[in-house]
T-cell receptor
């Protein structure tokens, strides 16, 4: 079945450092790919998505490019802030039984220190 | 526009007790989902409802039942709670129906933190 593997955390960075969180996937066909973010005590929020190969999703300074050849969707940000401290989930969507389903990675906790 | 709402926010149960978690969405979405989140496990799908009147099992359905009351509401019931059901439960919705070209983005509620003693 479809699966998502993302780098294990926790990741601790200083403010203004460069961030990369790796995500690779296994899927049949060409699923949409997502990054969701979960701030402490809250639900998941969509951060960005890409629906086809070579698409780049971007939001709030975060970017990720759908790479079919390496089956990857790595999350990057050039300069992190303390407010970016959260858990980040990579996910893929597949179609089944009349609705889309999401398969999630296990999450990567990011802590940004001043 | 409240999005996805869940009640209660917190709950403590004793082993063997029952309870129902409530979820409602005001986005006129067709599909609704229940997940559980456990440390180091990511989110796992319990049940989902592709449309009003239909429900299907996800990855971890044992010990749970669901009801799609109407298009807005989707409840999750624990008939006889067990300590293994201690978790954070999230409801989500989307307008995603593959057959009608809907989008696949899911929108999540704030979660219910459940402890079973």
């Amino acid at each position: 079945g479809d699966s998502v593997t993302q780098m294990e955390g926790p990741v601790t960075l200083s403010e203004e450092a460069f961030l990369t969180i790796n995500c690779t996937y296994t899927a049949t066909g060409y699923p949409s790919l997502f990054w969701y973010v979960q701030y402490p005590g809250e639900g998941l929020q969509l951060l960005l998505k890409a629906t086809k190969a070579d698409d780049k999703g971007s939001n709030k300074g975060f970017e990720a490019t759908y790479r079919k050849e390496t089956t990857s969707f790595h999350l990057e940000k050039g300069s992190v802030q303390v407010s970016d401290s959260a858990v980040y989930f990579c996910a893929l969507a597949y179609s089944g039984a009349g609705s889309y389903q999401l398969t999630f990675g296990k999450g990567t906790k990011l802590s940004v220190i001043p | 526009n409240a999005g996805v709402t869940q009640t209660p926010k917190f709950q403590v149960l004793k082993t063997g007790q029952s309870m129902t978690l409530q979820c409602a969405q005001d986005m006129n979405h067709n599909s609704m989902y229940w997940y559980r989140q456990d440390p180091g496990m990511g989110l796992r799908l319990i049940y989902y409802s592709a449309s009003e009147g239909t429900t299907d099992k996800g990855e971890v359905p044992n010990g749970y039942n669901v009801s799609r009351l109407n298009k807005r509401e989707f409840s999750l019931r624990l008939e006889s709670a067990a300590p293994s059901q201690t978790s954070v439960y999230f409801c989500a919705s989307s307008d995603g129906r593959a057959s009608t070209g809907g989008t696949d983005t899911q929108y999540f509620g704030p979660g219910t933190r459940l402890t079973v003693l």
